[in-house]
């Protein structure tokens, strides 16, 4: 039998406040039309006072560890992803573990903008199958609205407040995760960036981004990261039940999918919904599939993310 980091429960959080293209339109040179046609987002969530990362990763926590039946003093590490932490140190893992009341286990953060759920994941599974762990929280949690720049039309209509997280336990057997990718190419740091930071500006900075380079790039990397880790899986496209995407751009789903040949029914889109939450997207899209049961116990999944850096990466897990 193989030791296994498997999935036992997931859960996630939004910000109350839901934010329309429309209420969008008010405040920056755009419209309803512009944003659904170029990337099919609708709604965002935007944190308001009293939400932070950490608030929103605790809840989205708490939720994944009641689905997973697992009392939080269970949990042995935290792996928090995000770029909008809530302080520069310490690492948000420390405030989650903190409001979750565990005394004692390896909490960290890790920063891999939109594709650290796909980074935090892929550490955790090894130190799970290494024995360092063995009840694990991963979490992506974001408050992006903060470092919006929101008089810039080409940034601030693309992204949204959010967390998710699973929990992944050290299980024998077939299901659980089965195979990760990750890559860096640090060339391609100047095409998606926050201008400022504690070691240059001494500020916190803004989002930028030169989106149609990323978008270009997106597609061949994911769809290139997805083809290595099936491979690795030792499984082929027809044989995913569900792919769980990064949540940039309807359009970038679109392109990806045909790119590998898989149907677009086999393709959760939360980007309507929530728009680019970053590190959040990922957990968060899991949680609803598997909250509303398209996604179901036996399922083979793939996970997969783009993001500054640029870094990218893809899972396959067996739920
Ligand atoms: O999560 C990390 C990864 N991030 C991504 O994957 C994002 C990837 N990129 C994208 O999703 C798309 O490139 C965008 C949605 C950001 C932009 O779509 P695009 O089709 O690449 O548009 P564009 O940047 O080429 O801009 C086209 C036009 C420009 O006007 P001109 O120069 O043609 O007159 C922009 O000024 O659209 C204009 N524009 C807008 N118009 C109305 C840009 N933003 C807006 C806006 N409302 N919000």
């Keep these: 039998m193989t030791l296994r980091a498997r999935i036992v429960g997931t859960g996630s959080a939004l910000p109350k406040n839901r934010v329309s293209n429309d209420e969008l339109a008010k405040r920056v040179d755009t419209s309803d039309e512009w944003i659904v046609a170029r990337t099919g987002i609708r709604f965002r969530h935007i944190a308001g006072d009293g939400e932070t990362t950490a608030s929103l990763a605790t809840e989205a926590c708490r939720k994944a560890l009641d689905t997973a039946k697992i009392a939080a003093t269970d949990v042995d590490l935290i792996v928090l992803a995000t770029a909008t932490p809530d302080q520069t140190f310490p690492a948000s893992a420390t405030k989650v573990q ?24 892929s550490v955790a599974d090894s130190m799970i199958r290494s024995g ?41 057997g077939d299901s659980g995760i089965l195979a990760t990718a990750l890559h860096a190419d640090g060339r391609h740091n100047g095409l998606l960036y926050v201008d400022g930071g504690p070691s240059t500006t001494g500020t916190v900075g803004k989002v930028r981004m030169k989106g149609s380079e990323v978008f270009r790039h997106a597609v061949t990397n994911l769809a290139s990261v997805m083809n290595e880790v099936l491979d690795r899986a030792n499984v082929v496209t027809s044989d995913v039940d569900w792919v769980v995407p990064h949540q940039a751009n309807a359009r970038i789903l679109d392109a990806t999918a045909r790119k590998l040949g898989l149907p677009a029914e086999k393709v959760i889109v939360t980007v309507d919904q929530h728009a680019n939450t970053s590190a959040a997207s990922v957990p968060l899209a899991l949680d609803l599939a598997v909250r509303d049961g398209r996604i179901k116990a036996g399922d083979l999944v793939v996970l997969e993310a783009m993001g500054g850096g640029f870094t990218w990466g893809a899972c396959v897990a067996r739920i």
């Design 98 to 121: 903190a409001a979750l009341g565990i005394d004692d286990c390896i909490a960290f953060d890790v920063a891999a903008v939109c594709s650290g759920f796909l980074y935090a994941l």
């Design 132 to 172: 360092s762990a063995r009840t694990a929280l991963v979490v992506g949690a974001e408050t992006f609205s903060r470092i919006l720049d929101w008089e810039d039309r080409t940034t601030c209509v693309l992204f949204g407040d959010g967390a998710g997280a699973v929990v992944l336990r050290a299980e024998e």
